[in-house]
């Protein structure tokens, strides 16, 4: 199935009509009398998109609204209102609630089961980056408000120039965006280059009769690439087309004004778009920090023991294809419980952070290097020659071990070492495992031999 739809409607008429509609193309459909009715139904079994007539006998559309925005398994619910009349301004009020579209009778089903394709499109991609409920709050980051409308960049695209300045400056004050024009061509150069690091939040792209083709030739550009595919896009069309509407929203365009430019309800749903775009932005940067984080030790910033165990695993998977050897080598700080007794736990970690440093400035880009322990550090070059490991580890001892590491409070320099143990990969099929127990059986040799120093493990000598 394709996903589940909640109609709601008091004439049984409309419930059936629309029921054969959606199953027909396979979406599971459940429905409901009156508000009440919804509320519960939604409580009961989330649904991906909601369908509702403008009246109902407990209430309206903007009731139903009001009451799902109260419950955060409903919050971010698709909602299509079907509106009887042709009242501008209740049109623009259920808008302004945060009904996503307002149809009025009759409408095209082409479109509608576009309109509600795009919807759960957008709704699915959200539950996909687990904006809802606990993990968006244990991500630390909660949706920006339907009321607030942050400032961003928008620009309207289409043939006719001088129409859209026109446009421009009858939505001007009312608009959250800084806005530009282009015609279609104009922005294929700018954009289409995806050279540009100033992309803008929304594109509006103007379709009319004259070669509406090359609008939605630009709208699958944009879609495609990496730099532009989150831009929000709004397809306004001159003259009504459904057929293009909903091949617009099918390839990729995030809500359509089918009847010509309003400035009103093209204010609201720029407005709209920009919000969701930010929210979205922001919930891709928080993912994205927490992957970080996830494979990151937080005080050296160097990758943790979860993501070196990978990469090693990786690295000698290409030793073995290539024939090259690589070094794995684990470095551990002398002493460094006596540093901590002697100085403050403070002062551990500012050595801990400049001897992370210090290895990280005296490698290779290629090199890895994490903290896989308190103060153990494992580091693995690839491709390194068998006679120059142990040069290469008796310099970063010398490193450490040169210069002393500075306390907080300025005073009383600490001096620090370190001890490295070393292990060659050379192409044969040696288990990492026993690889780093070979660096580890080598560690504990350089200990023994009085630290800061470098041993090289038996089994490759």
Not at 84 to 106: F, M, Q, R, W, Y
Not at 231 to 245: T, Y
Not at 276 to 281: A, E, F, T
Not at 329 to 353: E, P, Q, S, Y
Request: charged share 20%.
């Amino acid at each position: 199935m394709h996903g589940k739809v909640l109609i709601i409607d008091p004439i049984a008429t409309n419930r059936i009509i629309l029921k054969v509609k959606f199953s027909a193309a396979y979406y599971t459909v459940t429905q409901a009398l009156t508000l009440a009715e919804a509320i519960a139904a939604i409580g009961s079994s989330r649904p991906d998109i909601v369908i509702t007539a403008d009246q109902l006998p407990d209430g309206t559309a903007l009731d139903l609204v009001a009451q799902m925005r109260e419950q955060p398994k409903a919050q971010n619910i698709p909602i299509i209102a079907i509106n009887c009349g042709d009242d501008a301004n209740n049109h623009l009020s259920l808008l302004e609630a945060g009904i996503d579209v307002v149809l009025t009778k009759p409408f095209d089903d082409t479109l509608l089961l576009a309109r509600v394709r795009s919807l759960v499109r957008s709704s699915s991609v959200d539950a996909d980056w687990n904006l809802r409920e606990g993990t968006s709050r244990a991500l630390g980051f909660a949706e920006i408000q339907k009321g607030f409308t942050p400032t961003g960049r928008a620009v309207l695209v289409g043939p006719d120039r001088d129409l859209l300045d026109n446009w421009t400056s009858q939505m001007a004050g009312q608009l959250s965006v800084q806005t530009k024009v282009a015609d279609v061509d104009e922005a294929l150069h700018i954009f289409g280059t995806f050279q540009n690091t100033n992309i803008p939040d929304v594109f509006a792209l103007v379709m009319d009769e004259t070669d509406p083709q090359k609008i939605l030739h630009f709208l699958a550009t944009l879609k495609s690439n990496a730099s532009t595919r989150h831009c929000a896009v709004l397809v306004v069309q001159i003259h009504p087309d459904q057929a293009l509407g909903a091949q617009a929203l099918d390839m990729g365009a995030n809500d359509l004004m089918p009847y010509g430019f309003q400035p009103a309800e093209m204010t609201l749903r720029i407005n709209a778009l920009l919000r969701r775009k930010k929210s979205s932005d922001k919930l891709r940067a928080k993912i994205r920090d927490g992957l970080e984080a996830a494979v990151s030790d937080p005080l050296t910033g160097l990758h943790n023991r979860r993501y070196a165990m990978s990469q090693l695993d990786r690295i000698a998977e290409q030793s073995v294809q290539t024939a090259e050897p690589f070094t794995v080598m684990i470095a551990d700080m002398d002493h460094f419980k006596r540093i901590n007794d002697t100085h403050g736990h403070a002062a551990g970690d500012v050595v801990l952070i400049e001897t992370a440093n210090r290895l990280r400035t005296n490698l290779r880009s290629v090199d890895l290097l994490a903290r896989i322990g308190g103060e153990e550090f494992l580091i693995v070059m690839p491709g390194v020659p068998l006679q120059d490991p142990k040069g290469a580890a008796r310099r970063l001892c010398h490193l450490i071990g040169q210069k002393s590491f500075k306390k907080p409070d300025g005073l009383h320099p600490i001096n620090a070492t370190i001890s490295i143990g070393l292990a060659i990969g050379c192409g044969h099929e040696k288990t990492t495992h026993r690889l780093l127990d070979e660096a580890d059986k080598a560690l504990y040799a350089a200990k023994t031999r009085g630290r800061n120093c470098v041993t090289l493990s038996r089994p490759a000598a």
